[in-house]
């Protein structure tokens, strides 16, 4: 499966972003989905993720309350809306999949499938 994230940008602290994260060449409702992030100079990190069918979701503490993850299965998209940003929450934002999981997946060593990557700039 080919992963294609997009809705990155520029925004100030306190604003709001929503990322999109396609997908093509595959099943897409086999796919627990994820999105992960890496800032300059640290590691790529967990935000959230969603098991197949949406019931079940998991974040970083980082990103609880303040951002909700979902998908669409029959549009083959997951998205991440953000919320109340911080100049912390700056970023490449990437999505992931891997198949076949019964419930969310955090690690990321253990997704399969990776996007290209949206920058995310908050500015303070």
């Known amino acids: 499966v080919q992963l294609q994230a997009s809705g990155g940008g520029l925004v100030q602290a306190g604003g709001s972003l929503r990322l999109s994260c396609t997908a093509s060449?595959?099943?897409?409702?086999?796919?627990?989905m994820g999105w992960f992030r890496q800032a300059p100079g640290k590691e790529r990190e967990f935000v959230a993720a969603v098991t197949r069918t949406g019931v079940s979701t998991s974040y970083a503490n980082s990103a609880k309350g303040r951002f909700t993850i979902s998908r669409d299965n029959a549009k083959n998209s997951v998205f991440l809306q953000m919320n109340s940003l911080k100049p912390e929450d700056t970023a490449v934002y990437y999505c992931?999949?891997?198949?076949?999981?019964?419930?969310?997946?955090?690690?990321?060593?253990?997704?399969?499938?990776w996007g290209q990557g949206t920058q995310v700039t908050v500015s303070s």
């Open positions: 060449g595959g099943t897409f409702s086999i796919y627990t």
């Open positions: 992931a999949a891997v198949p076949r999981l019964a419930q969310v997946e955090v690690t990321a060593a253990r997704y399969e499938y």
